[in-house]
């Protein structure tokens, strides 16, 4: 398994952009399918974005498409997530996951600890 830490949450305007990292360690970063899902109070958590090893295939969920982008710098460990024009709605903890596949992320995967995005109106 990898170890996965978030950082670069926070407190921003809606409108505003902040840009999420994931640093992994462990294993080959680049065989790992890597995702961001997120879940607010109340809620169940959802799948935000994935990417595969090689950063050629990406789903979005429909609620952010236009608005964030993952990313992948396999040289560095590193996954991303920019996040444009934040909405309250999005305001959630933010946590990156890692799985040879999308099934195994979600099933035995390994999670990072979460990051606190809060968006406020």
């Known amino acids: 398994q990898v170890q996965l830490v978030e950082s670069g949450g926070g407190l921003v305007q809606a409108g505003g952009s902040l840009r999420l990292s994931c640093a992994a360690s462990?294993?080959?970063?680049?065989?790992?399918?890597m995702g961001w899902f997120r879940q607010a109070p109340g809620k169940e958590r959802e799948s935000v974005a994935t990417?595969?090893?090689?950063?050629?295939?990406?789903t979005y969920a429909e609620s952010v498409k236009g608005r964030f982008a993952i990313s992948r710098d396999n040289t560095k460990n590193t996954v991303y997530l920019q996040m444009n024009n934040l909405k309250p709605e999005d305001t959630a903890v933010y946590y990156c996951?890692?799985?040879?596949?999308?099934?195994?992320?979600?099933?035995?995967?390994?999670w990072g600890q979460g990051t606190q995005v809060t968006v406020s109106s």
């Open positions: 996951a890692a799985g040879r596949n999308i099934v195994l992320m979600l099933s035995a995967g390994s």
């Open positions: 462990g294993r080959t970063f680049s065989d790992y399918v």
């Open positions: 990417i595969s090893g090689s950063g050629g295939i990406i």
